[in-house]
Nanobody, 126 residues
């Protein structure tokens, strides 16, 4: 059974930075793709950034140039460095992993992922 735990969420003012982490207990499962999703109140869960086992990265347009996704495959860990945060970035952020390779637009779809964490809240407000 795969278990994902997110951490690093919190509150910050606009322009601030936060770094999210996701620790995976893979139990022998190999991930080919990992991603961050977010869901704001009243909105659909959306893909924010993904990274494949080949280090191919994909970002949704609204975070391009501000967020950076990275991973440590040896530790089954995923990170999201979020810089210059905006109020519209406020949401619950979820870590997701897949045993299938994914890239491009497909890698930001919920259907591409097999396992999910419980989420960590990010609030950006002055």
């Amino acid at each position: 059974q795969v278990h994902l735990v997110e951490s690093g969420g919190g509150s910050t003012e606009p322009g601030g930075d936060l770094r999210l982490s996701c620790a995976a207990s893979a139990n022998g499962v190999s991930f080919s793709c990992m991603a961050w999703f977010r869901q704001a109140p009243g909105k659909e869960r959306e893909g924010v950034a993904s990274i494949s086992s080949y280090e191919t990265r994909t970002y949704t347009a609204s975070v391009e140039g501000r967020f950076n996704i990275s991973q440590n495959l040896a530790k089954d860990a995923l990170y999201l460095q979020m810089n210059n945060l905006k109020p519209e970035d406020t949401a619950m952020y979820y870590c997701a992993t897949s045993v299938r390779y994914c890239s491009g637009t497909y890698s930001l779809l919920r259907s591409a992922y097999d396992f999910w964490g419980q989420g960590t809240q990010v609030t950006v407000s002055s």
